[in-house]
């Protein structure tokens, strides 16, 4: 079946099986090789890209359940040659040391920070109170929890995310 | 994966009708994050999948008793997120925001959340012989690893768990299940709509051939409860269940006058503790009473080989969360 994809701004008709996930269409199809396949069953947190600025794990998917949504992967977050604040921190606090779980990292604390600047709770912070101004380590944490790496870089990549987030890095 | 015919629904009484045209088996697809994985294993082999994503099933609504309409379609952060449900019904956020991931409570719906199959090594892997995964070949999990396996309502066919963090808090609250299908819409109590495993562990709930859920109700007398939810796991964070608890405590005049407590990681449903509530109405809310509820409660549970620490778990968690629901009345 063909299958209009809208990824990073620009749309592109793929001719797909029903069965073929969002992260294979990304990859084998539109040949954007930046978001990885880790587990490939939604434990690892490699393959998270936005789909209309939430996170989700593209490789629990159908691609042809996403027609017509608005696609961002780690290709598409940089602006006018700039790279995202969040990469730049990433690359500031050394946040990888292999990298295969950075594009999902650096997408994943995208949209975190997203949903923590909206007041969105978390099961550390009380539901019944607003978010915390302060993006705590027991907080980012348990955002970030949804992302694995196995090199264990997650020194760096907490300090990058709280840098990111405006906060003091502890 | 096995390849399958799709369609895409647009109304429910259209996906309804498409589900019953396409040959069985066929299956609703919502969020994914359990079916794909399954029919990834081969566990699950639809011939056509209905996607029922793109249905008007996403509205969270004000019922006229004070309660609340969960359209099926509704994504898990957003229900967590919903300033309604956190005024209303706090103990439900909490126990979506103790469930999976971030990019998980995204994808997954109200619908599909109580679709959950278990989460049992020996269900997942298709080497190992299991009775719900494939009828009358056994249980592996009887004499294996079954440190994560149910202590309540097991039957010697089947000791698997249900994974859902959400759905503990629905047993607690007293929702109900809106289904449509094939032969019209009718309504199930949430203790009702997941079955023990008995003689037939492959049927998870009473869901008839072709029916779709669309939509949870919580009713008025569940609303602004002290409440809370207490999950322990194997790690701080996205991890599923060994024993949580959902519990709401309203105590007047020194007793308790209403009490709701729901179990998670302990059997094959989420389990309403009502043997634990009617020991403590109208009762004084103190720690031995609590005690007594609990093993009032915990006196049917059986231990398995590696399970035993369980009921211990259950017992302490137990107490402990009504003691902090008890000390925050008091305060």
């Known amino acids: 079946m063909t299958v209009v994809l809208r990824v990073n701004g620009r749309s592109h008709s793929v001719s797909i099986e029903p069965r073929v996930s969002l992260l294979d269409a990304l990859r084998d199809r539109l040949q954007l090789m930046g978001t990885k396949k880790g587990c490939d069953q939604g434990a690892c947190g490699a393959c998270t890209v936005l789909v209309d600025g939430e996170r989700i794990n593209s490789c629990l998917t159908f691609a042809v359940q996403y027609e017509d949504r608005e696609i961002r992967t780690i290709e598409g977050l940089s602006e006018d040659g700039q790279l995202h604040p969040v990469q730049r921190a990433f690359i500031e606090h050394d946040g990888f040391q292999c990298g295969y779980c950075t594009p999902g990292q650096i997408c994943s604390a995208v949209a975190m920070l997203a949903e923590w600047r909206n007041g969105m709770p978390s099961a550390v912070s009380s539901s019944d109170a607003p978010a915390p101004a302060d993006l705590n380590e027991d907080e980012l944490r348990e955002r970030m929890s949804g992302n694995l790496c196995r090199c264990g870089a997650y020194v760096g990549i907490r300090q990058a995310i709280q840098e990111a987030a405006g906060g003091t890095v502890r | ?331």
């Open chain 2, 1 to 331: 994966m096995n390849p399958f015919h799709y369609v895409r629904a647009s109304d429910t009484s259209s996906a309804v009708r498409a589900l019953a045209d396409q040959a069985a088996p066929a299956r609703f697809l919502a969020g994914g994050t359990n079916l794909i994985d399954l029919m990834r294993e081969g566990i699950e082999r639809p011939r056509a999948i209905v996607d029922i994503t793109r249905l008007p099933l996403a509205g969270i609504d004000e019922l006229p008793d004070g309660g609340v309409r969960i359209g099926a379609m509704v994504r898990n952060s957003h229900l967590a997120a919903d300033r309604t449900i956190r005024e209303r019904y706090p103990l439900l956020s909490q126990a979506i925001l103790h469930g999976a991931s971030a990019q998980l409570r995204n994808m997954a719906t109200t619908g599909g959340n109580l679709m959950q199959r278990t989460r049992c090594y020996y269900f997942y892997d298709g080497a190992a012989r299991c009775n719900k995964r494939e009828p009358g070949s056994g249980c592996d999990a009887m004499d294996g690893f079954n440190r994560i396996h149910a202590i309540l309502g097991a039957s010697p066919l089947c000791i698997a768990t249900h994974p859902s963090d959400m759905c503990v808090a629905l047993a607690a609250l007293d929702a109900t299940v809106n289904l449509a299908g094939p032969s019209g819409t009718r309504t199930l109590a949430f203790g009702d709509f997941h079955r023990l495993p008995g003689e037939t562990p492959d049927v998870d709930t009473n869901l008839q051939p072709g029916e779709l859920i669309t939509s949870v109700d919580l009713p008025g007398s569940s609303a602004r409860l002290p409440s809370t939810y207490r999950k322990v796991r194997d790690r701080a964070s996205y991890a599923f269940a060994l024993v949580s608890v959902a519990a709401a405590l309203r105590v007047e005049g020194g007793v308790v006058r209403d009490v709701r407590l729901a179990l998670g990681g302990v059997a094959h449903k989420p389990w309403r503790a009502a043997t634990a509530e009617s020991v403590l109405l109208d009762h004084a809310p103190t720690p031995g009473a609590f005690a007594r509820a609990a093993d009032a409660e915990l006196a049917p549970a059986v231990p398995l080989a590696r399970n035993g620490f369980k009921i211990v778990l259950a017992r302490r968690v137990i107490i402990a969360t009504l003691s902090e629901l008890a000390a925050r009345g008091a305060r």
